[in-house]
T-cell receptor
Framework: GAGVSQSPSNKVTEKGKDVELRCDPI?????LYWYRQSLGQGLEFLIY????????KSGLPSDRFSAERTGGSVSTLTIQRTQQEDSAVYLC?????????????????FGEGSRLTVL | DQQVKQNSPSLSVQEGRISILNCDYT??????FLWYKKYPAEGPTFLIS?????DKNEDGRFTVFLNKSAKHLSLHIVPSQPGDSAVYFC??????FGAGTILRVKS
């Protein structure tokens, strides 16, 4: 498809289980971002990739959270030993590159999100 | 520590009138700002951006104003349409988002 694709769209899991969320960015986009939106909250930045490297991991809430990106394309966000407070919509976005240089509007293209519910 | 704040959780405007959505930030090092619109059950979509070297950027019905001295930006939508009803997020440098403002445009 032409847009950012995320899977699964919905995931219900039990507390303590591990979950893996996948993001397939728009082809050719070098920058990839993970955010989460908890109920009634704004978008919380988690991690950002430029190519396969993550210059900014400052938003990861704990060491239970990790993310990787391989081949400059697909990224996976892994949450180990899930807790109820991890319940949220996890959004992935991609862009051609960071910054506004070279006429880049700075636009991020978002996927529809993965809704995680931890029981 | 919220670096980007949208202090109005919601705004209600009559169709045809102007909608003004506000955003304040604390970090003077931010060099560009973006506005996104989000409908329920969908990902946010980009509306408009502005570089910190500018004070205004206009795209159709949408205009963003930046006041660097006040660390404040605003999004003006005129005329407002019922289809504009959504949650609007202000963001800085793509990494820091405000909590969002729910806009309801009444017909």
């Amino acid at each position: 498809g032409a847009g950012v694709s995320q899977s699964p769209s919905n995931k219900v899991t039990e507390k303590g289980k591990d979950v893996e969320l996948r993001c397939d960015p728009i082809s050719g986009h070098t920058a990839l971002y993970w955010y989460r939106q908890s109920l009634g909250q704004g978008l919380e930045f988690l991690i950002y990739f430029q190519g396969n490297s993550a210059p900014d991991k400052s938003g990861l809430p704990s060491d239970r959270f990790s993310a990787e990106r391989t081949g400059g394309s697909v990224s996976t966000l892994t949450i180990q030993r899930t807790q109820q407070e991890d319940s949220a919509v996890y959004l992935c976005a991609s862009s051609e590159r960071a910054g506004l240089a070279g006429g880049n509007t700075g636009e991020l293209f978002f996927g529809e999100g993965s809704r995680l519910t931890v029981l | 520590d919220q670096q980007v704040k949208q202090n109005s959780p919601s705004l209600s405007v009559q169709e045809g009138r102007i909608s003004i959505l506000n955003c304040d930030y604390t970090n003077s090092m931010f060099d560009y700002f973006l506005w996104y619109k989000k409908y329920p059950a969908e990902g946010p979509t980009f509306l408009i951006s502005i570089s910190s070297i500018k004070d205004k950027n206009e795209d159709g019905r949408f205009t963003v104003f930046l006041n660097k001295s006040a660390k404040h930006l605003s999004l003006h939508i005129v005329p407002s349409q019922p289809g504009d009803s959504a949650v609007y997020f202000c963001a800085a440098n793509k990494l820091v988002f405000g909590a969002g403002t729910i806009l309801r445009v009444k017909s």
